[in-house]
């Protein structure tokens, strides 16, 4: 059995459920996910059995939880323990040492910069650097290590066990948006949050039509829904404003294809932001939809230069946001920017070839003469 390990990540989470431990039950390992959420969530998603179990809120909580879910871990009989934050990495070396499992890393941000936000610049490099030795010694105790996107991999410094498995679109059906003349409906899939963006997408909504429209689907993560609120009343843009919260991700698709343009509107100055590869991005593609993003994002960007999928802007000018939705209102041009932006999603940028990539590692993780500190053949 393989064993999904998270501190953090939701019972139905799209890369660790969906996307990850879908392929490899589609490969034909039983697979269950272990996280936090409520005891009547789903037994099973995409094949992959759910296991929940409840734990005091934030970080503190996550911390004291440690020791319980090392155990848990252990106790699963998994040959292989699959953890997708650093205290899960750390619940499943722990529990490794007592089964004798293999544990894979798998790595969704840049971790170093957490700490960046919270701490005087000074202090900064010095967190960096005690947070990479942790990176690295991590990796050292794992057999495999899975980043989520490019400039990740040199915090662990394991190249040979190392391998990445990217956030592409799943092949879902879903039919793209056909685009007509009239009002704009802009969208906002996933967390949302003030370093998101929503100061500057207010401000931009403003300086847009009366009766252009936005829709937010998802949470907002970081306590300021009230001063959203709050700023979007001021402004007078209240009832132009859909909050339809978090959506199962088929449903939220289908409502992301009911609008006009995607927006991804990550700030400068944070480096998660900068390496970012978010699934919104690739949800809009396949939804056929222009997407406006950040041109400081290296990812991000070189997928739009690439697909020529929308419009990349200064995220922190609401003028430029406004101008670059003002140049979209031509229905031919958001489908013909819509049209590649699906396309690449359905080919270059699509999730089986990393699915099989991820299936491969584990294919030979699980043969019991491979050495744990040795890289797979052909990875």
């Not at 252990?74 to 953890?83: D, F, K, Q």
């Not at 990445?164 to 802009?186: I, K, Q, S």
């Not at 390496?275 to 991000?300: N, Q, R, Y």
Request: glycine share 6%.
């Amino acid at each position: 059995m393989i064993l999904m390990l998270s501190a953090a990540h939701p019972p139905d989470d799209i890369r660790v459920v969906r996307k990850e431990a879908a392929a490899l039950a589609e490969a034909g390992w039983p697979v269950c996910h272990l996280a936090p959420g409520p005891a009547d969530a789903p037994a099973r998603v995409a094949g992959v059995a759910i296991e929940t179990y409840r734990r005091p809120p934030g970080w503190r909580g996550r911390l004291l939880n440690l020791p319980r879910l090392a155990r848990r871990a252990a106790a699963s009989g998994a040959r292989i323990l699959h953890a997708s934050e650093p205290d899960a990495w750390l619940a499943a070396i722990w529990a490794a040492r007592r089964s004798g499992a293999r544990v894979v890393l798998d790595v969704h941000e840049h971790y170093p910069s957490r700490l960046d936000s919270r701490l005087p610049r000074p202090l900064r490099p010095l967190a960096r650097a005690a947070l990479r030795l942790g990176c690295r010694l991590a990796a050292r105790a794992a057999d495999a290590v899975v980043v989520a996107k490019d400039g990740l991999a040199e915090d662990f410094a394991a190249p040979r066990r190392t391998i990445a498995v990217r956030n592409y679109a799943l092949p879902v059906a879903l039919a793209p948006r056909e685009h007509r003349p009239g009002p704009l409906t802009l969208v906002h899939a996933g967390a949302m949050t003030r370093s998101r963006g929503w100061p500057q997408l207010l401000a931009a909504l403003a300086l847009l039509p009366a009766d252009t429209r936005l829709r937010l689907i998802g949470r907002f993560t970081d306590g300021t829904e009230a001063a959203f609120l709050a700023e979007a009343s001021r402004l007078g843009l209240a009832h132009r404003i859909e909050c339809l919260g978090w959506r199962p991700h088929a449903e939220a698709l289908a409502l992301m294809a009911e609008a006009d343009i995607a927006l991804v509107l990550f700030q400068p100055g944070e480096t998660n932001h900068q390496l970012a590869l978010p699934h919104k991005l690739f949800d809009a593609m396949l939804a056929g939809l222009p997407v406006i993003a950040p041109s400081f994002a290296t990812e991000v960007a070189a997928i739009l230069r690439e697909s020529g999928c929308g419009r990349l802007v200064e995220t922190a000018d609401p003028l430029a946001i406004a101008s670059a939705v003002r140049d979209l209102a031509c229905p031919e041009r958001r489908a013909r920017l819509g049209a590649a932006g699906r396309l690449a999603a359905t080919t270059r940028y699509a999730w089986p070839p990393e699915a099989a990539r991820l299936v491969t590692l584990y294919r030979a993780l699980a043969r019991p003469s491979v050495d744990s500190q040795a890289a797979p053949a052909g990875l």
